[in-house]
């Protein structure tokens, strides 16, 4: 079985001291591909060089994302969404973001969120990439604004998606992929989850660990450490393939498909 992991934050600090060794246990777990994610302007170069030095070593191993969390909303400014346009314009990044509204912690104000949110919009828009999203009590903000883009966009990914069987409803409705994570793993708050995901349509549906958070809680034996790795990707796929009645390799086969075709990889590498 293969396995794409479509969000990854490999280029986070809590790999600096084992990142070959992490990839190397990813990839005897089949994951043929990482998406790394940008969430800053300094974290999506870092995204992009992480690809290229990979690409060195195994072409088409690695894509990235470029573009700015909300949390980092308040950072947002010339320099910076030229910085985004600069990145996008290479073909190892595949999707602008991770971008959108995150109301839960609002450590931007929601002012900035929305504006932040809209001036990378317009970017994908202008360099015809998808956008790779992230939304977290807002969504109703969210969905409003990204139906007011949505014909203009390439296409579109809900990152970490943990919301309910209405909001699967409301993204499908506008032709939005979904990513799922170890959240739904989790016994105490991914009940919802694990309702939706059975709704999900095959094409629409992707996989990812959002490494290093949300380590898989099912987990078995519990590794010696909080930190994710892309590798406990199978764990995910374990719990999503029984959560639908389908096999694993079911699973693998349209959920790798699907990202494959979203962002634009033959064999891993993007066209």
Request: hydrophobic letters at 50%; glycine letters at 6%.
């Amino acid at each position: 079985m293969e396995w794409i992991d479509i969000g990854v934050n490999l280029a986070h600090e809590s790999f600096t001291s084992d990142r070959d060794a992490v990839v190397a246990r990813a990839r005897e777990a089949g994951i043929v591909h990482f998406v790394v994610t940008g969430t800053s302007v300094a974290a999506s170069r870092d995204a992009l060089a992480l690809a290229r030095r990979f690409d060195a070593l195994a072409p088409g191993l690695m894509t990235a994302t470029a573009g700015l969390h909300p949390h980092h909303a308040a950072e947002l400014d010339a320099a910076a969404l030229e910085a985004f346009a600069e990145l996008a314009a290479d073909p190892r990044v595949v999707a602008v973001g991770e971008c959108g509204l995150d109301f839960y912690r609002n450590l931007a104000p929601q002012a900035a969120q929305l504006a932040a949110f809209r001036a990378q919009l317009e970017l994908a828009v202008t360099v015809r990439k998808p956008v790779f999203l992230h939304e977290r009590d807002a969504h109703g903000e969210f969905i409003a604004m990204l139906r007011e883009f949505r014909p203009h966009l390439v296409g579109a990914v809900a990152h970490c998606f943990t919301g309910d069987e209405a909001q699967v409803e409301a993204l499908l409705a506008l032709d939005v992929h979904i990513g799922v994570t170890g959240w739904v793993c989790d016994e105490r708050r991914g009940s919802a989850l694990q309702r939706a995901v059975p709704r999900i349509p095959r094409g629409r549906l992707m996989l990812e660990t959002d490494a290093p958070y949300l380590l898989p809680r099912t987990l078995a034996p519990k590794p010696p450490t909080r930190r994710n790795e892309p590798a406990w990707l199978v764990e995910v796929a374990r719990v999503v393939a029984s959560l639908r009645g389908e096999s694993e390799a079911e699973l693998a086969a349209h959920t790798t498909a699907a990202a494959r075709e979203f962002f634009g990889l033959t064999r891993g590498t993007p066209r």
